[in-house]
T-cell receptor, first 110, second 113 residues
Framework: ELKVEQNPLFLSMQEGKNYTIYCNYS?????LYWYRQDPGKSLESLFV?????AVKQEGRLMASLDTKARLSTLHITAAVHDLSATYFC??????????FGGGTRLMVKP | DSGVTQTPKHLITATGQRVTLRCSPR?????VYWYQQSLDQGLQFLIQYYNGEERAKGNILERFSAQQFPDLHSELNLSSLELGDSALYFC????FGAGDTQYFGPGTRLTVL
């Protein structure tokens, strides 16, 4: 059974600080996705990581993939309140089905 | 706005009832996926259709069924509803299947009383 585990599940940060969310998965995967979800809202695609060593950056968020360690990270630089949301990593399985991690709820405090 | 639409936004019904959730994919997308999000089970894949054909099945209960129509919209039918079926149901679409990013609709919040 495919498993995707994220940690931490909850993260409270001060504005301006840096932090990393970790995503471990149980089997090899072609692709690793990061999504953002605001409370009661839909999921917004942030990054897709295609190969070992892939790194993508958008604003204060940077995602990376280490397929040998089966690990992806989402690094937050100089957090701002607008980044408060729940972040999910997901990998693809049979067909194109996504298996999601449990999510990391991020709260950025002024 | 992802371009994926779902109706209705909210649905409140009673145990034992049957409901239908509707999804229209982004223009040009052939694949439609259904996911269920609940507090206790997180985000779970239910089923995928590609160009009208069932492509992959996940943890979908026998009481649930789906189909994709020739115009590519999809419907998820939930019957004999139980309290535990209360959840947010998302539809996503992608151009083809394997390897394509999925874009999610706004979701339908189902409450079973």
């Amino acid at each position: 059974e495919l498993k995707v585990e994220q940690n931490p599940l909850f993260l409270s940060m001060q504005e301006g600080k840096n932090y990393t969310i970790y995503c471990n998965y149980s089997a090899t995967s072609d692709r690793l996705y990061w999504y953002r979800q605001d409370p009661g809202k839909s999921l917004e695609s942030l990054f897709v990581l295609l190969s070992n060593g892939a790194v993508k950056q958008e604003g204060r968020l940077m995602a990376s993939l280490d397929t040998k360690a089966r690990l992806s990270t989402l690094h937050i630089t100089a957090a701002v309140h607008d980044l408060s949301a729940t972040y999910f990593c997901a990998r693809t399985g049979a067909g194109n089905m996504l298996t999601f991690g449990g999510g990391t709820r991020l709260m950025v405090k002024p | 706005d992802s371009g994926v639409t779902q109706t209705p936004k909210h649905l409140i019904t009673a145990t034992g009832q049957r409901v239908t959730l509707r999804c229209s994919p982004r223009s040009g997308d052939l694949s439609v996926y259904w996911y269920q999000q609940s507090l206790d089970q997180g985000l779970q894949f239910l089923i995928q259709y590609y160009n009208g054909e069932e492509r992959a099945k996940g943890n979908i209960l026998e009481r649930f069924s789906a189909q994709q129509f020739p115009d590519l919209h999809s419907e998820l039918n939930l019957s004999s509803l139980e309290l535990g079926d209360s959840a947010l149901y998302f539809c996503a679409s992608s151009v083809f299947g394997a390897g394509d990013t999925q874009y999610f609709g706004p979701g339908t919040r189902l409450t079973v009383l």
